[in-house]
């Protein structure tokens, strides 16, 4: 049955909050997250090939001149690159360039492909903290780390036990919790003994005090170094001085999390190798990743001489911060896996990829453990969640962008891997990232964009939806119900109670966005795909105050409701064949059909 909307008086006292509530406005104002759904076959988009091409040409030019527009491009490595879509099976664009001396190499593969095994180093802290979760969940997050490891509450050996508690020199464990650990705000150190310089022979020539033999690290110093087993390591770290305090600031650690493996077995009562292969690898059918090196050397790319040590270097119980090993087809496996919440329930995935703190960087959040990297995208801003690991004679990355339910790897290997890797991955995102927005958006108008009507003609109700170019989401126009147009009535809505602007007119931006809601599928394949609508006032000034600047959009969604339903509560229902068939501005009561 038809509702028709009535504004009383009453109702503009809601009104302003329909806007964000300052005289300026931060334009393309929208709400953090994807702008349009996931594209579902974005390989086949022009722009994605396009961009394809234009990356394979920067990689080649770099490989031909040493160098590219984001830095040089050492020449002395090999490499294998993955980008993923969880929408599509095979992947959306792969590189693989071998340096020459790999066919010469006296073990491992001849010549880098997908299923080449690289050490990935700290992306084994993302796997680590991902099998957690999968085994606990984060119902603990909150406990503190004694709670499940006894040996942190030993008294620090370096403290005088008749001396009083010194929190610059002692490590307050109990304020620390299984989530500090997980997302680098523990304060804790960053290695037990790993490069500890009194195991070097010639500290006094770099200015330290001579070392006596007791004080030389006997295990975890280096590659050549037995690792420490779990005695050994607490024997040594809780000697460790702390960074900052608990929950301060980010503080980059690889023990914590040998830590947050520590915690999980004492939860499970199973060694941590147990559960990474029963939690990761035997449910995603995984045969090139492992927390320790392979059985069989054949599918690594390895080196030679002193780069093999990178290899086969045991890491011990330190392996579950850096030590595993993987190959780009099967990071593909493990990022489409988190992506979809393959592994876990969706709401925990949601909650594991986001920030726990920033960093003194505008562009840069930590999370557990991701790295997340802000960038804009047209006008929209996207985060990108990261983690990157250096180990040696490796560097790696994974990243994954759910707004676009794609991810990508770059596994390198060689002289000069970091540098590469840095480079390597600023080229994918540069090229894919306005490419894949494309792609978004075309689908989105495919199924999307056209006019909708009340199937009662007398109604005189309709609304079209339609992309822009150069305005995110779905933009809405001719929006009338009941012989109203629904938008100059929101624009006077907001003049009467804000005020004209100094232009004396109003312009009224009405776009949908996705919320991350839909049904499951019906019997006849139709599915119901939840909206919300965001209104701009374009007409504002551009805010550039400290405050005023901020969108304030996410404050005022769901603000004007009418019997309970908000004005920018939208579904849309989708076909069989995945196109839209009507609209449900709900707040109206009344679904419009494409015509």
Known sequence: MYTQLLLPLSSLFFSSTLFPSSAHAFQDCLLLGAKYQAPQNPSKNPSVTAAKFSLAQQIQQGLQNGSSAYGPFPSQNSFSIDVFSVNEADSIFSYYHSHPSVANATSGVKKADANTIYRIGSISKLFTVFVFLVEAGDARWNDPITRYIPELLAPNKAQDSSQPYNPVNQVSWSDITIGALASQMAGVGRENSLNDFAAGNSTTAFGFPPVSAGDVPACGASTLSPPCNRKAFFDGFLNRHPVVAPFSTPIYSNIAYQLLAYALESISKRPFKDLFQDKLVKPLNLTQTSLTKPSNDSMGLIGEGANANWWKYDMGDEGTAAGAYSSSSEMAAIGRAILKSTLLPPAQTRRWMKPHSHTSSLTLSIGAPWEIVRTKVGNNLVDLYTKIGDIGFYSSALVLI??????????????????????????????????????????????????????????NSSITLSTDSGKAGLVVSNWVSNGTDIINSLNDLVITSKGPTSGGTRRLNVRLLPNNLQSPQSSNGTQEIGFRATFEDTSAPDATGIFSRNCGTWAAIDSLIFKGVAIDDFSITLGSDGKAVNVFPKIFGVRLLKS
Not at 403 to 429: C, E, K, N, W
């Open 402 to 459: 759910p707004d676009y339910d794609v991810g990508f790897s770059v596994l390198v290997a060689g002289g000069q891997p970091t540098p590469l890797r840095a480079v390597l991955t600023d080229m994918i995102a540069q090229a894919l990232l306005p490419a894949l927005d494309s792609a978004a958006r075309s689908e989105a108008d495919t199924t999307y964009s056209g006019r909708y009507v009340s199937a009662i003609p007398s109604l």
